[in-house]
């Protein structure tokens, strides 16, 4: 057994930049699970606007380009931008849908414009819903996350059913490619070893992939045409529109993905074991989520936000560098400039909503894992989750419940993380006002709860490990 390294002992696992050997595998799997994400949304953008292939190119670019270099200013961060975690930016779903409604009722340069007022927005709304933070103790937090998470699943398992309202709903060649994504997964994270248990997700989908070549579900064929080299293209649609009235419900948007940013920033500081200071941390999320919302909007795309989507990945392969994120943004801005995006493109849908579940699903147990520690014999720390949980969840799964009001305000009440954190911070606010909020009973040792997956050297669990095992490990 060797002695550990001073680096192991003096670096916390977020800082440690990880030997090249391992940094690459760990990026590429980041970006095989988040990449459907701006692929999906630009071909629902030109889709429902009907744009020309150049434009579908361009905004291809701009949209992976710019989640790479938010990916980027996130994980190293520079000054009060970015907040220095494993983190990666992607295209908002409900703003990508906010700029198709906006674009369809006036135009396309009125919907820049909006992404524009949204991304300013971020920056300077964000002093005042700092101030604010001090309402969101771990009870209500947990709230947030576990609505956070169970949203991302129904969204995504979509891409295993169908919409519901389509000819291929419930296909059962789709279920059938899903589920087994999934299994593949598990057999993995249960019998690969070190570096290649760690790489469970990727592999997951990998198998899912081939699977569903076998079954014909695969297009990379047809993602070949195209030109080879693509780039951003500034003002793509002509100079932007700025018209706030139009620009109200993704604003409102904006507030939601706020409160949706504090919870993933506090459960990401959570995972790898960094303490997360909310009034300081979560607006430089949102600071970022701004810089590259604006910028990102000059060159077409659409509103950019901190993605919960690799919090899972980060949870279940126990790889809590910041640096592997950060290269995760690099591979985004190569494929940016590169067919490979079209080609990613090819991956079944379903597939990726089978490995997308179990990521998923990973950040609502983990929301459950924060209200595990609050004390629920306190009636009103039960009736705030219970309550909080509920207005929260309804939207989540009765998608359109108020599509009868005005759009505005539609937006806003159906955002069910939205609800969710009104309520629950109301609601503590209401019985817990006036003493300490979110009693929390002792918490239970980390490796009675929660298994991690294979890992090495510090990387192993959220605790810091035993000498004997950073030794083994070198």
Known sequence: MSAPTEVTDSVHPVDQLRPVHKLIPFAIQHVLVMVATPISAVFLITKALELPQDMTSALLSAVLVFSGLGSILQSIGVWKLGVRLPFVMLPGGAGTVLFISIGQGTD????????????????????????????????????????IGVNLIQVTGKLITGQPDSPEFGDPKNLLLGFVTIAVTVLCFRFLPGLWGRLSIAIGL??????????????????????????????????????????????????????????????NGEIVDRKVTPSRDVPRVVRADGIITLLGGLFGSTPMVTSGENVGIVRASGVRSRYVTAFAGVILILIGFSPLARILGGIPA??????????????????????????FHHTG???????????????V?????????PPSVASLLGSGVAMSAFVAVVLNLMFNHGRSTAEATPEKPADS??????????????????????????
């Open 397 to 405: 799964l009765i998608p359109g419940m108020y599509s009868q009001f």
């Open 381 to 395: 720390n039960l009736i705030t989750a219970t309550v909080g949980l509920g207005v929260g969840l309804l939207p």
């Open 108 to 147: 396309l340069q009125t919907a820049v414009g909006a992404v524009i007022l949204t991304g300013v927005f971020y920056i300077f709304a964000v002093t005042l819903f700092v101030r604010v933070l001090k309402y969101f103790p771990p009870l209500v937090i947990g709230v947030i996350v576990i609505v």
């Open 206 to 267: 990998i198998g899912g992939t081939v699977v569903g070549a076998f079954l014909g579900m695969t297009s990379f064929g047809e993602q070949m045409a195209g030109p080879i080299f693509a780039a951003p293209t500034l003002f793509p649609f002509g100079m932007p529109k700025f018209d706030l009235i139009a620009a109200i419900p993704m604003l409102l948007w904006a507030l939601a993905s706020m409160a949706e940013a504090t919870g993933q920033t506090i459960i």
């Open 350 to 375: 379903a597939a990726v909503g089978g490995t997308a579940v179990v990521v998923f699903a990973i950040i609502a147990v983990l929301g459950v894992q924060m209200l595990a520690r609050v004390d």
């Open 449 to 474: 709860t929660t298994p991690v997956a294979p890992s090495d050297a510090a990387e192993a669990t959220p605790e810091k490990p035993s000498a004997e095992a950073k030794g083994s490990a070198e």
